[in-house]
């Protein structure tokens, strides 16, 4: 056995050798897979080995196109059969709204180039013989869909690394990992110890373990999951391959094995498997069946394909395999551990391995997973994903696994979790709450009378009306708005201006000023947007994303120095209120000694303050796009804080709004986001940034690029625009089309109140975007024109803000 390797990585499923075969294509040789047993002895040896294209997040579903067209490669280098069956597949609709889904997910394929289909009944019906089409409304067509051999897969993959240089030792478990202080890794196994620079924990089923032996408790949970194989059936007999069928209404999925079909269904009364820790001693071994279980979701299968109803079952499957909280992947390297990464929560191996694979050996090789892989990123999570959490979230998804998530539908499972100090006062105000890393967060109020209750919808729901009052409030008087699910970071010491003058790049601000800034990583990409308030010379309080906080801690702690500066998170230690609309100043002068005027705390001014008895960081900007301040302070005062705006704000008509007409406001200002418009595939200049660049100011972090893009122009452009759509807004991800072709996608949209349009932004080619101003956003199945704003379609000169 060898002692020492660039990489080790655990575990021989899928996942394990697709990293292993990626390492050695970009370049690693000296790589060393340890497998406990054989190959595929986790979850992988049962798999029913099925893949497809479709995922809710498009940068996962271009990984799974990946993947797919992967295999033919994967055969060719190594000589050995995938077992590839590419039949096609059917996605039913049972109901109006899944085939409104399906046109949604159809028309989201269009930018990712996949060429789905929407078919009738009746032509589903010649593809898919076995249905019987009173049940269904329609459905769509993926021609590269189908089935793998699990066996065949992996062993390529190892075959595929092992020609590329890689070792594979089999039937040999890793009992510990110690951390070497220059960051390397002993892997100890149970027959001696490997020197590591880099350590890859896909364990699979036993990931949990492996990341204990690094003190990790990794959001994940095994989940058992049945499927059955029919005895031979006559009907097929003679017939070409059935293609894949997913039957939503029934929850199940169906493909032809052999002369039979094999049966899955994804129950609601789903039972996790190990909730706490996975036994060493299971291999390629099988659960009991539980037929009971299933029983609900097969007598629809018998009614929906009654051939199935006279058929013998030859086996029923039934065995574990785990998922995050949201169902994908989690891969990455792990913040506070150096060179330790993971690559597991793999639900689906077959469709996802390969995407995974590549990713992260990209950024292992690269230090950039050369993707926008934010859905898989193991830094979604934070210490709040505790294992309770996770198995109520992961129960909650696999049982969901094939029902429509609506884009206002709040899921209920693992809450409430997180509230801060005022939840019960916004509760008492009948407040509709959504769940935001575990934090419950006021979405609208329903008037006194009306419930508080949204009906969940593709179009608008009835919280529209509410919403519009709120924003009218806003835009006329005065609204509050809790403000806490933020992620703030306390930062100081000698060498804070010039290390975040080199982190962001935007100049530091002045002392008692606030600056926006993009973060770019060294290809000059966006890795965040961060509002800057300089509290004193050395201090620095920075808001930005709250679901990307581990990840930007991961950033910044790879490029903090020995010594200077420290970076502390306090995301739930600061919360705060916003009052916004042309009467919070009034309003909050009325409770401040400082003179709040324009000349003396003019926009972008932050400062401590105290507002009544509360001592208040308070900054003079609002997402609204309107007059507002921020009021942040540490939790204990929120409380008070709120009842002390509430009080004095019955005096100037205040009213309570939440996240929905926040949404709204800062749409119709043309106001991008994280993880929307602002994502690591982007550039600053495309996403409209380049006036927080400072060029001038010496290095940072992604000049070089950023000035590239700059001089070369960048090929896209975020654009506005105004829909013209009657009852149902863009989400997200929607096509945007010019000239009879898919030229972009939307990456938010939604209803602006007050300027009472239906407003959308995304991005387009720069060349389209500078010349042509008529373009179509599709929604629902359905093109509606959409003209390209050239200013925000509120307030475009921002003086309201800045009054
Ligand atoms: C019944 C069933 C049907 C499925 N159907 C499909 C399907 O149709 N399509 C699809 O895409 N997916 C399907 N899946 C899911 C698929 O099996 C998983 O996505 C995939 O197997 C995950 O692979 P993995 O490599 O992450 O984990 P695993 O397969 O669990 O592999 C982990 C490996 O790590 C090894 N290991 C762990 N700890 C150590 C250690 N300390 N030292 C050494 N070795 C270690 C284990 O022995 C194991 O071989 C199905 C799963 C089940 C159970």
């Given at each position: 056995m060898k002692n020492h390797a660039q990489a080790v990585i655990i575990g021989g499923g899928v996942v394990g050798v697709s990293v292993l075969y990626h390492l050695t294509k970009a370049g690693w040789r000296d790589v060393l897979l340890i497998e406990r047993a054989e190959l595929t002895s986790g979850s992988t040896w049962h798999a029913a080995g099925g893949m497809h294209t479709v995922n809710g997040d498009p940068n996962v579903a271009k990984l799974q196109q990946y993947t797919i067209n992967l295999y033919q490669e994967l055969e060719k280098v190594s000589g050995q059969s995938c077992g590839m069956h590419i039949t096609g597949g059917i996605m039913l609709a049972g109901t109006q709204e899944r085939l409104d889904w399906l046109k949604m997910t159809q028309a989201r394929g269009r930018y990712l180039g996949m060429d789905l289909e929407i078919v009738s009944v009746d032509e589903a019906a010649k593809l898919f013989p076995l249905m019987d089409k009173k049940h269904f409304k329609g459905a769509m067509y993926d021609p590269i869909e189908g089935h793998v051999d699990p066996y065949g897969v992996t062993h390529a993959y190892a075959k595929a690394a092992e020609m590329g240089g890689a070792e594979i030792l089999r039937r040999n478990r890793v009992t510990?990992?110690?951390?070497?202080?220059?960051?390397?890794?002993?892997?100890?196994?149970?027959?001696?110890?490997?020197?590591?620079?880099?350590?890859?924990?896909?364990?699979?089923?036993?990931?949990?373990?492996?990341?204990?032996?690094?003190?990790?408790?990794?959001?994940?949970?095994?989940?058992?999951?049945?499927?059955?194989l029919t005895d031979d059936m006559p009907v097929l007999a003679g017939l070409k391959e059935q293609i894949h069928c997913i039957d939503f209404e029934g929850e199940l999925y169906?493909?032809?094995?052999?002369?039979?079909?094999?049966?899955?269904?994804?129950?609601?009364?789903?039972?996790?498997?190990?909730?706490?820790?996975?036994?060493?001693?299971?291999?390629?071994?099988?659960?009991?069946?539980?037929?009971?279980?299933?029983?609900?979701?097969?007598?629809?299968?018998?009614?929906?394909?009654?051939?199935?109803?006279?058929?013998?079952?030859?086996?029923?499957?039934?065995?574990p395999f785990t998922f995050a909280p949201d169902g994908n992947p989690l891969i990455g390297p792990i913040g506070g551990l150096k060179n330790f990464w993971v690559a597991c929560g793999v639900m689906a191996g077959f469709s996802q391995g390969g995407g995974v694979g590549l990713a992260l050996a990209h950024w292992m090789v690269d230090g950039d997973p050369g993707a926008d892989i934010w859905g898989m990123d193991v830094a979604r999570y934070g210490g709040w994903a505790t294992s309770a959490y996770t198995n109520a979230k992961v129960r909650e998804n696999y049982s969901r696994r094939f029902r429509i998530r609506f884009p206002n539908e709040e899921l209920d499972a693992a809450r409430p979790l997180r509230t801060t100090a005022v939840y019960d006062r916004l509760a008492a105000e009948n407040a509709i709450f959504g769940e935001y890393c575990g934090l419950e967060h006021a979405l609208w109020f329903a008037p006194a009378?009306?419930?508080?209750?949204?009906?969940?919808?593709?179009?608008?729901?009835?919280?529209?009306?509410?919403?519009?009052?709120?924003?009218?409030?806003?835009?006329?008087?005065?609204?509050?708005?809790?403000?806490?699910?933020?992620?703030?970071?306390?930062?100081?010491?000698?060498?804070?201006?010039?290390?975040?003058?080199?982190?962001?790049?935007?100049?530091?601000?002045?002392?008692?000023?606030?600056?926006?800034?993009?973060?770019?990583?060294?290809?000059?990409?966006?890795?965040?947007?961060?509002?800057?308030?300089?509290?004193?010379?050395?201090?620095?309080?920075?808001?930005?994303?709250?679901?990307?906080?581990?990840?930007?801690?991961?950033?910044f702690e790879r490029h903090l120095p020995k010594m200077g500066v420290s970076v502390r998170p306090c995301a739930m230690e600061y919360v705060g209120l916003s009052v916004a609309g042309p009467l919070s100043r009034v309003l909050l002068q009325s409770l401040v000694h400082?003179?709040?005027?324009?000349?003396?705390?003019?926009?972008?001014?932050?400062?401590?303050?105290?507002?009544?008895?509360?001592?208040?960081?308070?900054?003079?900007?609002?997402?609204?796009?309107?007059?507002?301040?921020?009021?942040?302070?540490?939790?204990?005062?929120?409380?008070?804080?709120?009842?002390?705006?509430?009080?004095?704000?019955?005096?100037?008509?205040?009213?309570?709004?939440g996240g929905r007409a926040l949404n709204s406001m800062r749409l119709e200002k043309s106001f991008g986001t994280w993880a929307r418009e602002f994502r690591p595939i982007y550039g600053p200049y495309e996403a409209g940034l380049g006036r927080f660049i400072e060029l001038q100011k010496g290095d940072f972090i992604g000049r070089t690029a950023a000035l590239e893009e700059k001089q070369h122009s960048a090929p896209l452009r975020l654009l506005a625009f105004r829909v013209d759509a009657a009852d149902a807004d863009a989400n997200g991800d929607e096509p945007?089309?010019?000239?009879?072709?898919?030229?972009?996608?939307?990456?938010?949209?939604?209803y602006g109140h007050s300027a009472q349009a239906s407003l959308a932004l995304g991005y387009v080619p720069s060349e389209l975007?500078?010349?042509?101003?008529?373009?179509?956003?599709?929604?629902?199945?359905?093109?509606?024109?959409a003209r390209r704003l050239d200013a925000a379609a509120f307030d475009p000169h921002g003086l309201r803000m800045r009054s």
């Open positions: 510990d990992l110690k951390a070497r202080t220059d960051g390397s890794w002993d892997v100890i196994t149970e027959h001696g110890t490997v020197h590591a620079e880099h350590v890859v924990n896909a364990g699979g089923l036993w990931a949990r373990e492996v990341g204990r032996m690094v003190g990790l408790e990794l959001p994940i949970l095994a989940m058992e999951h049945q499927y059955l169906l493909r032809q094995e052999r002369g039979g079909m094999l049966v899955g269904t994804y129950e609601r009364a789903g039972v996790p498997w190990s909730q706490r820790t996975t036994p060493w001693d299971f291999g390629q071994d099988l659960l009991p069946n539980d037929l009971e279980r299933i029983a609900p979701s097969l007598e629809i299968a018998f009614e929906h394909f009654p051939a199935l109803g006279t058929a013998g079952i030859r086996k029923v499957i039934n065995g009378g009306v419930a508080a209750k949204e009906n969940i919808s593709f179009r608008r729901s009835n919280a529209h009306q509410h919403v519009a009052a709120e924003c009218r409030a806003v835009r006329d008087a005065v609204g509050l708005l809790e403000i806490s699910s933020y992620g703030k970071f306390e930062i100081d010491g000698l060498g804070t201006t010039e290390w975040l003058n080199r982190m962001m790049a935007n100049r530091v601000p002045a002392v008692g000023r606030i600056a926006l800034t993009p973060m770019l990583n060294e290809r000059g990409k966006l890795i965040g947007d961060f509002t800057m308030c300089r509290l004193g010379q050395n201090r620095v309080f920075l808001i930005g994303t709250y679901a990307a906080e581990s990840y930007y801690m991961r950033w400082d003179d709040l005027s324009n000349a003396a705390f003019p926009f972008m001014s932050f400062r401590q303050i105290d507002v009544g008895m509360v001592p208040a960081l308070v900054g003079r900007v609002s997402f609204t796009g309107d007059l507002g301040y921020e009021i942040w302070v540490t939790s204990e005062y929120q409380r008070a804080l709120y009842d002390l705006l509430i009080a004095a704000g019955r005096t100037y008509g205040m009213r309570l709004f945007i089309w010019h000239d009879g072709k898919v030229v972009g996608a939307v990456t938010s949209g939604g975007a500078a010349a042509d101003s008529s373009f179509e956003i599709e929604i629902i199945g359905t093109r509606h024109a």
